[in-house]
């Protein structure tokens, strides 16, 4: 069974070097022209829309110039020989069935057509936002594959689907141009975490192999100097100084309002606490080893939630609060927070 998220509660780029030894330079602004002729998105056709599109930019390969994989191979954990212990992964569980996706691959690909346990998933990652979110891949009655488009919003990767060639947007979840506008993705529950940590919760996880059938060097890391900079590679509508950029944080949002907890106080703080957003109760899970947080509800079971850079969060949830440590309570009815987590 696939751990999925309540969409009702649940409302975090420079691309890679995909020629041997070139690096892609310059940003495309992309301004419709009165005539809305929208060649130069890509080829995409992006009437109707509910985004700006003058703030949609290229990135800078075409479509699939950054490939998605379609037909993803899995080794079991015991013959990886390519990830360290703090080598970051995204985590999926199932009832019966685990897998990793090592970021150092999706950095190349940011978009992963598969199944859980018969179940049609897709596990997409914008290197740029920091932000690895996993969805069912039938909307309605259709079944859905994705690519990635190319373009960007508020610098977080638009996806497309095959089949209606609409853009959707990962952090907003939903159709954002063509006939599927307005759909929503169903999420479903990741995890942002270390191999290590990944493996030892799950010794029998199967984990996303090197044999992509595309030639890349997935032992290098093409966002690197992005990673380490403090500023973004594309503008912004607008940035939010209460954090810096590209500080991490876990954003949860319910019913319209939303908070973010900056990783600086989850390690101060460096445990499990309680918490409530909109008349709910959750817990919030932080490992200092790992660096990672999630979310649970009253029941254990995982919350919706979102690893972010700040600027992407706050893109997509301009009004959000963000946590203070005076603010932190610790008390639960029943459980301690750690005992919980």
Same mark, same amino acid.
């Given at each position: 069974?696939?751990?999925?998220?309540?969409?009702?509660?649940?409302?975090? %780029?420079?691309?890679?070097?995909?020629?041997?030894?070139?690096?892609?330079?310059g940003? =495309?602004?992309?301004?419709?022209?009165?005539?809305?002729?929208?060649?130069?998105?890509?080829?995409?056709?992006?009437?109707?829309?509910?985004?700006?599109?003058?703030?949609?930019?290229?990135?800078?390969?075409?479509?699939?110039?950054?490939?998605? =994989?379609?037909?993803?191979?899995?080794?079991?954990a015991?013959?990886?020989?390519?990830?360290?212990?703090? &080598?970051?992964?995204?985590?999926?569980?199932?009832?019966?069935?685990?897998?990793?996706?090592?970021?150092a691959?999706?950095?190349?690909?940011?978009?992963?057509?598969?199944?859980?346990?018969?179940?049609?998933?897709?596990i997409t990652?914008c290197?740029?936002c920091?932000?690895?979110?996993?969805?069912r891949?039938k909307?309605?009655?259709? =079944?859905?594959?994705?690519?990635? %488009?190319?373009?960007?919003?508020?610098?977080?990767?638009?996806?497309?689907?095959?089949?209606?060639?609409?853009?959707? %947007?990962?952090?907003a979840?939903?159709?954002?141009?063509?006939?599927?506008?307005?759909?929503?993705?169903?999420?479903?529950?990741?995890?942002?975490?270390?191999?290590?940590?990944?493996?030892? @919760?799950?010794?029998?996880?199967?984990?996303?192999?090197?044999?992509?059938?595309?030639?890349? &060097?997935?032992?290098?890391?093409?966002?690197?100097?992005?990673?380490l900079? &403090?500023?973004?590679?594309?503008? /912004?509508? #607008?940035?939010?100084?209460? /954090?810096?950029?590209?500080?991490?944080v876990?954003?949860?949002?319910?019913?319209?309002? %939303?908070?973010?907890?900056?990783?600086?106080?989850?390690?101060?703080?460096?445990e499990?606490?309680?918490?409530?957003?909109?008349?709910?109760?959750?817990?919030?899970?932080w490992?200092?080893?790992a660096?990672?947080?999630?979310? /649970?509800?009253?029941?254990s #079971?995982?919350?919706?939630?979102?690893?972010?850079?700040?600027?992407?969060?706050?893109?997509?949830?301009?009004?959000?609060?963000?946590?203070?440590?005076?603010?932190? @309570?610790?008390? =639960?009815?029943? #459980?301690?927070?750690?005992?919980?987590?």
């Amino acid at each position: 069974m696939i751990r999925l998220l309540n969409h009702s509660l649940f409302i975090g %780029s420079l691309c890679p070097c995909f020629f041997s030894g070139m690096c892609l330079l310059g940003i =495309l602004f992309l301004i419709p022209s009165p005539s809305h002729t929208y060649a130069a998105f890509n080829g995409f056709q992006v009437e109707p829309h509910t985004i700006a599109l003058d703030q949609t930019l290229s990135g800078g390969p075409p479509k699939d110039g950054i490939p998605a =994989l379609m037909s993803p191979q899995f080794l079991p954990a015991h013959e990886v020989d390519f990830l360290s212990p703090e &080598d970051r992964v995204l985590g999926i569980q199932g009832t019966h069935q685990a897998k990793a996706y090592p970021i150092a691959i999706l950095n190349w690909h940011e978009i992963v057509n598969d199944t859980l346990e018969e179940t049609p998933v897709v596990i997409t990652y914008c290197p740029l936002c920091g932000t690895g979110m996993g969805f069912r891949r039938k909307v309605g009655n259709q =079944l859905l594959t994705f690519g990635v %488009s190319g373009l960007l919003y508020q610098n977080d990767v638009l996806m497309y689907d095959h089949q209606t060639e609409s853009l959707w %947007s990962q952090i907003a979840m939903k159709a954002v141009t063509g006939p599927s506008l307005d759909q929503h993705l169903e999420p479903i529950f990741l995890e942002h975490t270390t191999w290590k940590a990944w493996y030892t @919760q799950h010794p029998d996880t199967v984990v996303l192999s090197q044999q992509t059938g595309f030639s890349r &060097d997935y032992s290098h890391d093409p966002y690197q100097h992005s990673a380490l900079s &403090d500023q973004v590679m594309f503008p /912004l509508a #607008k940035q939010d100084a209460r /954090l810096s950029v590209k500080d991490w944080v876990l954003g949860v949002e319910i019913d319209g309002k %939303s908070k973010a907890y900056p990783f600086s106080i989850l390690e101060e703080r460096d445990e499990a606490f309680s918490d409530s957003l909109n008349g709910t109760d959750y817990i919030v899970c932080w490992d200092s080893h790992a660096r990672s947080a999630n979310v /649970l509800d009253h029941r254990s #079971k995982p919350f919706p939630s979102l690893t972010a850079y700040w600027f992407a969060w706050d893109a997509f949830h301009p009004d959000t609060a963000i946590v203070q440590i005076s603010s932190i @309570q610790t008390k =639960l009815k029943q #459980k301690s927070p750690n005992s919980v987590c």
